[in-house]
């Protein structure tokens, strides 16, 4: 049991942890007790986190909380966002409890910013991706759309 000084480690929720369970498995994971700390700490997250931000807010050692990531990220359970100054992660879509999104992702600092696109947008993204890989033969399973820019912190600093 931690002590008054030292804290517990976060453990992610019962059905988040049930539903990433089959595709861990897949990739012969366990969910052992960082990967627990790592996906409750990107389950709470209201934006995608860099690794230093997952390892701080999680109690994950540096290394530890890399190589885990990383085979998260390849069993499609964390999403992996590119952005200046290093990549951020998020609970993968399909794991998560927030809304299909898109980023806003800054050229300059790095910082990525959600946001959830109207329905009339999305309609039109399915239906240009269809139309351009119909004639490929490929079906598309999912779309990820971010906008690279400068922030308004950026334009103006």
């Known amino acids: 049991m931690p002590t008054s000084d030292q804290p ?10 049930a539903a990433v369970l089959p595709a861990m ?8 007790r960082h990967r627990s700390a ?3 700490v990107l389950d709470g997250a ?7 931000e997952i390892v701080e807010r999680s109690g994950v050692p540096t290394s530890t909380a890399y190589r885990n990531l990383a085979e998260l990220v390849d069993a499609g359970v964390v999403a992996r966002v590119a952005a200046a100054g290093g990549d951020r992660h998020e609970l993968a879509e399909p794991y998560s409890a927030s809304r299909h999104h898109h980023h806003l ?14 329905r009339e ?25 971010d906008v690279r820019g400068r922030c308004r912190d950026c334009q103006t600093g």
């Not at 498995?25 to 052992?32: E, V, Y």
């Not at 947008?121 to 759309?145: M, Q, S, Y």
């Open 8 to 17: 517990s480690t976060p453990a992610v929720g019962p059905s988040t942890a």
């Open 121 to 145: 947008l999305e309609r039109l993204i399915d239906r240009e991706v269809a139309a351009l890989l119909a004639d490929h033969g490929f079906e598309p399973t999912e779309h990820l759309f």
């Open 38 to 40: 790592i996906l409750a």
């Open 46 to 52: 209201d934006r995608p986190l860099t690794t230093d």
């Open 105 to 118: 992702v800054c050229v300059d600092c790095g910082v990525v910013t959600d946001f959830e696109p109207s």
């Open 25 to 32: 498995a897949a990739r012969d994971l366990r969910l052992t």
